[in-house]
């Protein structure tokens, strides 16, 4: 390792998995370094930077804290950090090399449909191998959701689909990006277990380990993480320098090509939409966005609702079919007071969705 590299945390992970929550447990936690942060969304709208930033806000009361985060988020355009490294990824790297006396660290949220290989690559370009180095590579697992199968069952339909027709080209599925993104990683954190049943935990647990060297460690976090000074700076000091071995890591996508099979990114299975609302009944947008991630396709969905008569704005969360709110910050005098909705899933009618949610507006006299 060489000690005057500015290390750089690469968080990957499926959609909802809780990449954002730990980024932002970091910030609120790590003070003392100043950290670069750098978001890839796979939706048309960036909600995560605006969550991190709500968190910076909060936690500058009034102690002078040496965490630059109103400055120091970069947001990558939106769609997938993997396919964009040239364009996307190197620039911003290369702004962080220009500024390294400022920067003792990077973390790197990586969209949940990503792949982090060719990330990490780019770790090896001359301009930012010189200056920089990967500290590890942390991969979020879900764990209820892996727990409930949702990887497994996608993989049996596709091997079923495959045992009927040989020649089939198959949709990459999401075990494949579950596998990729394990193969990669330094260190698995698997999250929510605060929601495992049990006997989950032993399931998951070897699921995970089929897909990592015995050398790769596992924790099993839930939200009480977020308040763990000592682990949270402990993720921040690994010291893998993943770049020097990330050209040896296996995965099914380099195979794909490997083999010449027309074979797309996940994501390019995958769609997103963003629905823009006035004022919403909360109770109400809860309720018909609780129909829709029971009746389609929806993988995930986050954004932030405006509430009649409510000073702060609230955030909107879904995954799977699991809805969480919250009220995070006090809207702006300078933000329109906006409902704000990204849904990511598969075969969306966003013309329906938008239809369905805008039941719950608040008709407003103009
Ligand atoms: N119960 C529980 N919920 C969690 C935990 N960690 C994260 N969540 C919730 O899971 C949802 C998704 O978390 P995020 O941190 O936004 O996930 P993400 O991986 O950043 O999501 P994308 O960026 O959209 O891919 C949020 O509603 C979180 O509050 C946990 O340990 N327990």
């Not at 390792?1 to 929550?21: C, D, E, R, Y």
């Not at 899933?345 to 507006?361: C, T, V």
């Amino acid at each position: 390792m060489n000690l005057n590299k500015i290390p750089a945390t690469v968080v990957t992970g499926f959609l909802g998995s809780g990449k954002t929550t730990l980024l932002a447990g970091m910030l609120r936690q790590v003070t003392g370094k100043r950290i670069a942060v750098i978001i890839n969304e796979f939706g048309e709208q960036d909600i995560d930077s605006s969550l991190l930033r709500g968190c910076a806000l909060d936690c500058d009361d009034g102690d002078d804290s040496p965490v630059e985060v109103e400055d120091g988020i970069y947001e990558l355009a939106n769609g997938c950090i993997c396919c964009t490294v040239e364009e996307e990824f190197l620039p911003v790297m290369k702004q962080l090399v220009a500024r390294r006396d400022d920067i003792d660290h990077i973390l790197i949220e990586t969209s949940g449909l990503a792949l982090p290989k060719p990330l990490v690559q780019a770790f090896n370009w001359p301009e930012v191998r010189q200056h920089c180095t990967v500290d590890a590579i942390i991969t979020v697992v879900d764990g209820p959701a892996v727990a409930a199968g949702r990887y497994a069952s996608d993989i049996d339909k596709v091997e079923a689909q495959r045992r009927a027709d040989d020649s089939l080209d198959h949709d990459p599925s999401l075990r494949e990006l579950l596998d990729d993104q394990l193969s990669a990683a330094d260190l698995v954190l698997v999250t929510k277990t605060d929601l495992l049943a049990p006997g989950d935990r032993e399931r998951v647990e070897a699921l995970v380990r089929a897909r990592v060297p015995a050398s790769v460690k596992t924790l099993f976090i839930d939200q009480s993480l977020a308040g763990d000074k000592a682990q949270l700076e402990a993720l921040m000091g690994i010291g893998a320098a993943s770049e020097s071995h990330i050209d040896a890591i296996d995965n099914h996508h380099d195979r794909h090509h490997a083999e010449g099979a027309h074979h797309d990114h996940a994501h390019d299975n995958f769609d997103s939409c963003v629905i823009r609302l006035g004022e919403v009944d909360g109770e109400a947008l809860t309720a018909r966005l609780q129909a829709l991630l029971q009746r389609h396709e929806i993988y995930r969905a986050k954004g932030f609702a405006a509430l009649p008569g409510k000073p702060m704005r609230r955030v909107i969360q879904a995954v799977g079919e699991r809805q969480e709110g919250y009220f995070d910050r006090l809207w702006r005098a300078d933000e329109a007071r906006q409902t704000q909705l990204v849904i990511i899933g598969k075969g969306l009618d966003s013309a329906a969705l938008h239809a369905a949610l805008a039941d719950a507006e608040i008709a407003t006299a103009r």
